[in-house]
């Protein structure tokens, strides 16, 4: 098992930046993906970015590229999402994700995740 839990949310004005953490614990050598997805009410869930365990290579959606950097610290086990430029429609609740089986294809699908957070809520005010 292992254990996601996401920090850093907040709210925000439009135009200014959040940094989002989130740790991991418990059986996490296997880890391969960790990502962020985020939801907004009466939406479906999206993905945000992605970073690859070993390597650190990252992908991100179109509508956060150049605004979100994703990153991670071996060392401390957990991964950051640092947003800036935010936008009204930023706000959402923030997941962390991490997959230990997925493939390299399946980078961007909730469903290939195996582990949850419970979520931070972001809340950008325009």
């Known amino acids: 098992q292992v254990q996601l839990v996401e920090s850093g949310g907040g709210l925000v004005q439009a135009g200014g930046s959040l940094r989002l953490s989130c740790a991991a614990s418990g059986r996490t050598a296997s880890t391969t993906y960790m990502a962020w997805f985020r939801q907004a009410p009466g939406k479906e869930r999206e993905f945000v970015s992605v970073i690859r365990w070993s390597g650190r290579n990252t992908y991100y959606s179109d509508s956060v590229k150049g605004r979100f950097t994703m990153s991670g610290d071996n060392t401390k086990n957990t991964v950051y999402l640092q947003m800036n430029s935010l936008k009204s429609e930023d706000t959402a609740v923030y997941s962390c994700?991490?997959?230990?089986?997925?493939?390299?294809?399946?980078?961007?699908?909730?469903?290939?995740?195996?582990?949850w957070g419970q979520g931070t809520q972001v809340t950008v005010s325009s």
């Open positions: 994700a991490a997959g230990q089986r997925l493939i390299f294809s399946s980078r961007f699908n909730a469903e290939a995740y195996d582990y």
